[in-house]
């Protein structure tokens, strides 16, 4: 009896006449000295920034004779801003290099952005707003919610249009891929679902920190979003839902902010 030829060009790996079947790859290919890196290079990014804007300042007003410039409130929040954004690239530049320079891997299905099974992804953008809703009329219930330092890039129109853009193009995308893309996997393989969950919220909250310093109760708020956008990845197994969440969450908050500014200026000019 003739021996049967398959004429697949491409022979599944383990058959008969294709080659043997390579060893699963771990998931993440990354590890828990990879995150010992990130937080290093974190910490010096932030330095190196803040040396640099404090250089620029004082460039400024040598050059400008007087430090009208530097002391002005929108300058100061553009450069926040920007300082913020600037580290968020550097941040996710690292990530990018690790997975696919030193271990050689495709991004985003490392993260496992979609993860193993399709998710309602629209389902998440409905709740994304509706957490947004929720916490907004929480907030509005913080006594002193005003005086936070936040607050303050909300007073200026310039510094409020760039916060918000940050807020929805880039912060969602940034803050998932380090927070439970990278770092929840890591977590999650060593210690369990429940650490990784408890954990990445806390590292979500701590990076709010300064902007709601003086209100624990505005702390907690964002220590629940974290919980609920961790949670989401730990249910999904994929990074697209929680992002979707995020998105949506900042989105429909940045909404709330623009319609309270313009009625307080209505009001204002009656």
């Not at 309602?120 to 929720?134: D, I, K, N, R, Y």
């Not at 409020?160 to 996997?185: D, Q, S």
């Not at 956008?229 to 989105?251: E, I, M």
Request: hydrophobic share 55%.
């Amino acid at each position: 009896m003739a021996k049967t030829v398959s004429n697949d060009p491409f022979p599944t790996p383990g058959e008969p006449d294709g080659s043997p079947a390579p060893a699963p790859v771990s998931f993440p290919v990354w590890n828990g000295r990879d995150l010992l890196e990130l937080a290093g290079f974190f910490c010096l990014g932030l330095v190196v920034l803040m040396l640099a804007a404090q250089a620029a300042g004082s460039l400024l007003t040598i050059y400008l004779g007087q430090p009208t410039l530097t002391a002005d409130p929108v300058t100061q929040g553009m450069a926040q801003i920007l300082m913020t954004n600037l580290l968020n690239g550097l941040v996710l530049f690292f990530i990018y290099r690790t997975v696919t320079v030193k271990y050689r891997s495709p991004f985003w299905s490392s993260l496992r952005w979609k993860g193993p099974a399709a998710a309602p992804v629209g389902h998440f953008l409905v709740l994304g707003g509706l957490l947004a809703l929720v916490m907004g009329a929480l907030s509005s219930r913080i006594p002193g919610i005003e005086d936070l330092p936040v607050s303050g890039l909300l007073e200026h129109a310039e510094t409020a249009v760039f916060l918000g853009v940050t807020a929805i193009a880039v912060a969602p995308l940034v803050e998932e891929v380090v927070f439970r893309g990278y770092i929840f996997p890591v977590l999650e393989r060593r210690w369990g679902s429940v650490a990784a969950v408890l954990l990445t919220a806390l590292m979500f909250t701590s990076l709010h920190v300064t902007q709601l310093w003086g209100s624990w109760m505005a702390v907690s708020l964002i220590l629940l979003v974290g919980l609920a956008l961790s949670l989401v990845r730990a249910r999904t197994g994929a990074l697209l839902p929680a992002y979707l969440l995020h998105l949506a969450y900042n989105t429909t908050l940045c909404l709330l902010s623009l319609i309270g500014l313009a009625l307080e200026g209505s009001a204002a000019s009656e």
